[in-house]
């Protein structure tokens, strides 16, 4: 990336100016301190589910540009309390945590209420129309990476598709053999080295925006992929709500980082060329995986 493309004011670009120093680049903290209000959006109660268990609050925030069916289905399921009581059943070293109803027959498992029990496969959308903020590096999995609307995402323009990538935090619809065989009841959200693999291969319905740490420690199942063999191992959901359906007060206030600022620029240089002092050697590169995506409790 061209240091003349991000603003003089945010990076404090190291030429000269005047005869003056140069002036050190700001770190990615400072940059996050020197943000403005624009720089942030709120996220949208409408589209932000809280998976609540006893440890404590995990914030998902849903993506409806990719997986419009998935998240209508997601919402008409939180809706009617449909994980409340169930549990996590899952958690594979490495890989992924997954919840859901834990009954292998269907005879047994907790009815869907008024949500749909199939739908389309939507692993890729049209890119036309949809925000991206591309990466200035190489991919392996994709001609292009960056961000869209907050998420990161890949696209083809040979094949006009865009996606959205399996980065630590992502949070997907689990599928059977079938290509349509998802309904979003059962969810999981990657805890490991980024599963690029997946990609296009399973429909992305979110990401985690808050709260990974409930995941990611969990202990790991000693069953087949990582379930847990026992049902005590089983981790109870509480419940698990849309922030719309809950009262002001119950809410989790939160803002992240718009992805389509100069600021964000600015940050994903910081991260890509590290000048701390700390660092002897600035990479000059960055995986999309590891580009993080900030968030903060509403300045007051």
């Not at 700001?26 to 589209?47: C, H, I, M, V």
């Not at 834990?102 to 129309?129: C, V």
């Not at 990582?226 to 959901?237: D, H, L, T």
């Not at 718009?258 to 940050?267: E, G, M, N």
Request: charged share 20%; aromatic share 8%.
């Amino acid at each position: 990336m061209r240091v003349a493309l991000i603003p003089a004011c945010l990076l404090l670009a190291c030429m000269p100016c005047m005869g003056a120093a140069p002036a050190k680049p700001l770190s990615t903290q400072e940059l996050l301190d020197s943000s403005k209000a624009g720089d942030w959006r709120t996220l949208d109660p409408a589209n932000t589910l809280y998976l609540d268990l006893a440890s404590g609050r995990v914030v998902i925030e849903l993506a409806p540009d990719f997986a419009p069916a998935h998240v209508a289905n997601i919402r008409t399921l939180a809706h009617e309390h449909y994980w409340d009581g169930l549990s996590i059943n899952r958690s594979q070293d490495n890989f992924v945590v997954q919840w859901g109803d834990p009954a292998e027959d269907d005879a047994q498992r907790k009815p869907l209420g008024s949500a749909k029990a199939h739908l389309p496969a939507e692993f890729t959308r049209r890119s036309a129309g949809i925000p991206f903020v591309r990466l200035p590096d190489r991919d392996g999995w994709a001609p292009q990476v960056g961000f869209s609307g907050g998420f990161p995402a890949a696209r083809d323009p040979r094949t006009g598709q865009a996606w959205l990538a399996h980065c630590y935090g992502t949070v997907g619809a689990g599928r059977d053999m079938a290509a349509d065989s998802s309904n979003g009841t059962e969810l999981y959200v990657v805890d490991g080295q980024s599963p690029r693999q997946l990609d296009r291969n399973i429909t992305v319905v979110g990401r985690v925006v808050q709260g990974m740490e409930w995941l990611s420690v969990l202990p790991r199942g000693s069953g087949p992929l990582g379930m847990y063999a026992k049902a005590e191992q089983r981790v109870p959901i509480k419940s698990l709500t849309l922030a719309s359906d809950l009262p002001e007060s119950q809410r989790t206030p939160l803002q992240v980082l718009r992805t389509d600022t100069p600021l964000f620029t600015a940050f994903v240089e910081s991260r890509r060329n590290r000048r701390d002092d700390w660092y002897k050697l600035p990479a000059g590169h960055i995986d999309l995986c590891n580009v993080p995506l900030p968030a903060r409790n509403p300045p007051k």
